[in-house]
């Protein structure tokens, strides 16, 4: 196992006052639960509402996979949004970026809830989705990144893992409350009621989210190692080109070292969703339920992640994290072909602690691949062009795996490659910020 001290890649800078790092850690927490709450939700009810909604005109299987891959739309702009958000955040500051991303991914998000359906307007429906899910995908891809490199570059150095799984349990939450919010709504309504205005509510609650968001997000402060760096005339006049010349075996690991989360975390909550309802024929609540007590462990397991990132190294927690992750989807699809209620949701506890403790360390982690003139660039470009990869076309995958093989196997030895990937990728992050001097 590889050297575990981190090679050193801050400016140094005044740490904020506990008061204000502490308004800071919600702050960028709540944008990553806002992140995930949009994401979730829409990727839920593309799984069990949407095909009926917006693509009324096909059968049940194809709609379903029209549906999927409006999903995946989303999953194409990230990239895009991480290199525009984050060559502005590295020329001009986190904290702005932060706000104009917000902004970006949950308007688009209410504006879904507002759009007629197939019924109404024919094929303009699908195309309007899909023109919103390209601008809420634009705005989640600069969120996670800035988030990540304005609590890190504002948090004591010995304590960035805990620190960073504050910013992580943003998924969990958002999680949580957009599975809590599917699953009461499926519990109260009719299938019809459902299909003709219950599908609406979650992503007009994404109003409320964003108004919460912008007011904790006003009142913080900016990164103090980008305040510092910016007095020193220091700050990248071309992050991209600058972290494509100089980084770009970093960008490439990051890839690889996030591409199996994002493909395990995505076939769980949206294939998976969409394999109970559609292949074991359960209820629609017992599968949102299932994907409920998975994030609540997660979000335990977020946190234990960050801890013993700090305690036992970043490099070996996320290891940790890649191996006992292997097992995942068998265990978890092997659970759902029984169509046992019961069984499924003791599998889901298990599940939510085995990916919750690599996510919980991978922002401290990614924090560390990169220096402080290209990282918001440089985290942004591997995380979102792994979730792309992993995330986006995963489920997609997924689908066509199953219809033509008849099984999950397919799809579960997929997921289990990547993360042999990210393993290896990982045990080589040391020596790759050793040979490109990542230092600022």
Same mark, same amino acid.
């Given at each position: 196992?590889?050297?575990?001290?981190?090679?050193?890649?801050?400016?140094?800078?005044?740490?904020?006052?506990?008061?204000?790092? /502490?308004?800071?850690?919600?702050?960028?927490?709540?944008?990553?639960?806002?992140?995930?709450?949009?994401?979730?939700?829409?990727?839920?009810?593309?799984?069990?509402?949407?095909?009926?909604?917006?693509?009324?005109?096909?059968?049940?299987?194809?709609?379903?996979?029209?549906?999927?891959?409006?999903?995946?739309?989303?999953?194409?702009?990230?990239?895009?949004?991480?290199?525009?958000?984050?060559?502005?955040?590295?020329?001009?500051?986190?904290?702005?970026?932060?706000?104009?991303?917000?902004?970006?991914?949950?308007?688009?998000?209410?504006?879904?809830?507002?759009?007629?359906?197939?019924?109404?307007?024919?094929?303009?429906?699908?195309?309007?989705?899909?023109?919103?899910?390209?601008?809420?995908?634009?705005?989640?891809?600069?969120?996670?990144?800035?988030?990540?490199?304005?609590?890190?570059?504002?948090?004591?150095? /010995? /304590?960035?893992?805990?620190?960073?799984?504050?910013?992580?349990?943003?998924?969990?939450?958002?999680?949580?409350?957009?599975?809590?919010?599917?699953?009461?709504?499926?519990?109260?309504?009719?299938?019809?009621?459902?299909?003709?205005?219950?599908?609406?509510?979650?992503?007009?609650?994404?109003?409320?989210?964003?108004?919460?968001?912008?007011?904790?997000?006003?009142?913080?402060?900016?990164?103090?190692?980008?305040?510092?760096?910016?007095?020193?005339?220091?700050?990248?006049?071309?992050?991209?080109?600058?972290?494509?010349?100089?980084?770009?075996?970093?960008?490439?690991?990051?890839?690889?070292?996030?591409?199996?989360?994002?493909?395990?975390?995505?076939?769980?909550?949206?294939?998976?969703?969409?394999?109970?309802?559609?292949?074991?024929?359960?209820?629609?609540?017992?599968?949102?339920?299932?994907?409920?007590?998975?994030?609540?462990?997660?979000?335990?397991?977020?946190?234990?992640?960050?801890?013993?990132?700090?305690?036992?190294?970043?490099?070996?927690?996320?290891?940790?994290?890649?191996?006992?992750?292997?097992?995942?989807?068998?265990?978890?699809?092997?659970?759902?072909?029984?169509?046992?209620?019961?069984?499924?949701?003791?599998?889901?506890?298990?599940?939510?602690?085995?990916?919750?403790?690599?996510?919980?360390?991978?922002?401290?982690?990614?924090?560390?691949?990169?220096?402080?003139?290209?990282?918001?660039?440089?985290?942004?470009?591997?995380?979102?062009?792994?979730?792309?990869?992993?995330?986006?076309?995963?489920?997609?995958?997924?689908?066509?795996?199953?219809?033509?093989?008849?099984?999950?196997?397919?799809?579960?030895?997929?997921?289990?490659?990547?993360?042999?990937?990210?393993?290896?990728?990982?045990?080589?992050?040391?020596?790759?910020?050793?040979?490109?001097?990542?230092?600022?």
């Amino acid at each position: 196992m590889p050297e575990e001290k981190p090679v050193s890649q801050t400016i140094t800078a005044t740490a904020l006052p506990p008061r204000v790092l /502490r308004k800071t850690a919600v702050a960028t927490m709540v944008g990553n639960l806002i992140e995930f709450y949009d994401f979730n939700i829409y990727g839920t009810l593309s799984a069990i509402v949407f095909g009926r909604i917006f693509f009324a005109n096909l059968d049940p299987v194809t709609a379903t996979f029209m549906s999927l891959a409006t999903f995946a739309v989303g999953f194409l702009a990230r990239p895009l949004g991480g290199i525009v958000f984050g060559h502005f955040g590295d020329r001009f500051g986190r904290k702005p970026m932060l706000v104009a991303s917000l902004l970006t991914m949950g308007g688009a998000t209410a504006l879904m809830g507002l759009l007629p359906t197939f019924a109404a307007v024919g094929w303009l429906a699908p195309v309007l989705l899909v023109a919103l899910r390209f601008v809420q995908g634009l705005g989640i891809g600069g969120e996670w990144g800035g988030a990540v490199t304005l609590m890190l570059e504002s948090a004591p150095e /010995r /304590r960035r893992g805990i620190f960073g799984s504050v910013v992580q349990s943003g998924a969990g939450l958002g999680i949580i409350l957009s599975t809590a919010t599917v699953t009461v709504l499926l519990t109260t309504l009719t299938p019809e009621q459902m299909d003709a205005w219950g599908w609406r509510i979650p992503l007009l609650l994404s109003v409320a989210l964003v108004v919460v968001g912008l007011i904790v997000r006003s009142r913080i402060e900016e990164s103090p190692e980008f305040t510092a760096m910016q007095s020193r005339s220091k700050v990248a006049r071309a992050p991209l080109a600058e972290t494509l010349r100089r980084h770009w075996r970093m960008v490439l690991l990051a890839i690889g070292m996030y591409i199996a989360i994002a493909a395990f975390g995505f076939t769980q909550g949206v294939f998976f969703t969409s394999y109970l309802v559609n292949t074991v024929q359960l209820p629609q609540s017992v599968a949102t339920t299932a994907n409920l007590i998975a994030a609540i462990f997660y979000l335990a397991a977020t946190f234990l992640g960050g801890y013993l990132s700090d305690r036992i190294g970043r490099i070996r927690t996320y290891v940790i994290g890649g191996l006992v992750l292997i097992p995942a989807p068998f265990l978890m699809f092997g659970a759902g072909a029984t169509g046992s209620v019961a069984l499924i949701y003791a599998t889901m506890v298990l599940i939510g602690l085995i990916t919750g403790t690599g996510y919980g360390a991978q922002a401290s982690l990614f924090f560390e691949l990169f220096p402080a003139r290209v990282r918001y660039t440089g985290i942004s470009l591997g995380f979102q062009i792994a979730a792309v990869i992993g995330g986006g076309l995963t489920p997609l995958l997924g689908a066509a795996l199953t219809q033509a093989t008849g099984s999950t196997v397919s799809i579960s030895l997929y997921i289990a490659v990547l993360c042999v990937v990210l393993v290896l990728c990982t045990l080589a992050a040391p020596s790759i910020i050793r040979k490109e001097g990542n230092r600022a």
